[in-house]
């Protein structure tokens, strides 16, 4: 089965603070997506990357930015956090040819007061 | 308007009932149709997928596409208390985009 691994469960930051969210999944997937979802608006894709090294906006990329050094790790970054990026963020990874198949970690759960 | 919409429920039904849940979608072009299933505090996972219109079922699921409509549908026979999670409904152009289009979700609950 594929695994895809959030590095936490839960996390409280401080505004302003550079915060760090991190995925690896293990079964060589070429895309890893990262979204986050919140009550009322579902889930929302803020960045994903194709390879190692390659990334592309989402629908929401305003204050996170990526990082793919490696195939199977993806990290999202909070460069200053704000009140309102507090959400559950998802990190999911598919196989080449189509993201229609996303398979996903369990999620990390960041509060930023 | 929103690409794909999708009631948020919740949904409480007796265990044993049918269970019906849809999304209606708004861009014609879209070929690839998905329900996952949350369960609380998990991330999602497939369900099922289909392309283009038509039927298709797994076990006690049945998921409907009718792109005359843009209407999708997830049917669930004999509904267990396992059953309870939030069904999410996604779509996707297909090619190289690359990028799936959720609902909100539905919040489902069957009571025993």
């Known amino acids: 089965d594929v695994k895809v691994t959030q590095s936490s469960r839960y996390l409280v930051k401080r505004t302003g603070e550079k915060v760090f969210l991190e995925c690896v999944q293990d079964?060589?997937?070429?895309?890893m997506f990262w979204y986050r979802q919140d009550p009322g608006l579902g889930l929302r894709l803020i960045y994903f990357s194709y390879d190692v090294k390659m990334k592309e906006k989402g629908d929401i990329p305003e204050g996170y930015s990526v990082s793919r050094e490696k195939k199977e790790r993806f990290s999202l970054i909070l460069e200053s956090a704000s009140t309102n990026q507090t959400s559950m963020y998802l990190c999911?990874?598919?196989?080449?040819?189509?993201?229609?198949?996303?398979?996903f970690g369990s999620g990390t759960q960041l509060s930023v007061l | 308007q929103k690409e794909v919409e999708q009631d948020p429920g919740p949904l409480s039904v007796p265990e044993g009932a049918i269970v019906s849940l849809n999304c209606t979608y708004s861009?014609?072009?879209?070929?690839?149709f998905m329900w996952y299933r949350q369960y609380s505090r998990k991330g999602p996972e497939l369900l099922m997928y289909t392309y283009s219109s038509g039927n298709k079922e797994d076990g006690r699921f049945t998921a409907q596409v009718d792109k005359s409509s843009k209407y999708i549908s997830l049917f669930i026979r004999d509904s267990q208390p396992s059953d309870s999670a939030t069904y999410l409904c996604?779509?996707?152009?297909?090619?190289?985009?690359?990028?799936?289009?959720f609902g909100t979700g539905t919040l489902l609950a069957v009571q025993p």
């Open positions: 999911a990874s598919s196989d080449t040819g189509g993201s229609e198949k996303l398979f």
């Open positions: 079964m060589d997937h070429e895309n």
């Open positions: 996604a779509t996707e152009l297909g090619g190289a985009t690359n990028k799936l289009i």
């Open positions: 861009n014609s072009a879209f070929q690839y």
